[in-house]
Each structure stands twice: as structure tokens, then as C-alpha cells.
């Protein structure tokens, strides 16, 4: 019904940047609240950055300076911006947004998830 299809992942050197995308398909009729998590090996899912219906941002202190989240309402689209790369952020990253679907019920969406890696 609807889905989210992750985009953007791959190898890259420390200092170098990756741009992450997300786009929403099937019966939406909004989308609410997004966010970027990522899971390292071996470690819990965390939460990266995230961005409110009318664009208000927050990231972990982590990535603060380094990685940008943004959202093209008109694209169903979620991005994550990532600038000066280091090895410890290499993990496999997901999307997750809120969606009011058409027949208005409200859903919970997880990307399938796209992977980082950074070389030292």
C-alpha cells in the first residue's frame, strides 16, 4: 500500500561526502514526521537526525555539523546529506516516516535500509 525505497549508499574515503535518498510511493495523502536511524555492526539502531512536517530539523550530537536532513514534500522525498564522512559512521542506514494514507489511517514506514561505509 505504501512503501519507502531507500537510495545513495556505498563505499566511500573518510573526509569524502554521500547523499541519502528516500521516496514514499503508494496511497499517501501527507506525510508527517521523518527520520534517518542507522545501525552499526554489532550495535543497536540509533537515531541520526530528523525533520518535522513544517521542516524543523534535529540531528545527534555526532553528526551535527556534518550531516543536513531535508524533505521535498512534493516528491514524497527524505534526504540525508553527509559531508566529511568518518569510519565510525559507517552502518547501514534507514529511513522511517509517518504517513497519513488516503483512507486516513496512519502509518509507520521503515526503508529497507541503505548501506555506508566509510574507508579510514
Known amino acids: 500500500q505504501v512503501q519507502l525505497v531507500e537510495s545513495g549508499g556505498g563505499l566511500v574515503q573518510a573526509g569524502g561526502s554521500l547523499r541519502l535518498s528516500c521516496v514514499a510511493s503508494g496511497n499517501i495523502f501527507s506525510m508527517n514526521a521523518m527520520a534517518w536511524y542507522r545501525q552499526a555492526p554489532g550495535k543497536q539502531r540509533e537515531l541520526v537526525a530528523t525533520?518535522?512536517?513544517?521542516?524543523?530539523?534535529n540531528s545527534a550530537d555526532s553528526v551535527k555539523g556534518r550531516f543536513t536532513i531535508s524533505r521535498d514534500n512534493a516528491k514524497n522525498t527524505l534526504y540525508l546529506q553527509m559531508n566529511s564522512l568518518k569510519p565510525e559512521d559507517t552502518a547501514v542506514y534507514y529511513c522511517?516516516?509517518?504517513?497519513?494514507?488516503?483512507?486516513?489511517?496512519?502509518?509507520?514506514?521503515w526503508g529497507q535500509g541503505t548501506r555506508v561505509t566509510v574507508s579510514s
Open positions: 525533520i518535522t512536517s513544517g521542516g524543523s530539523t
Open positions: 522511517n516516516v509517518g504517513i497519513l494514507t488516503t483512507a486516513f489511517r496512519y502509518l509507520e514506514i
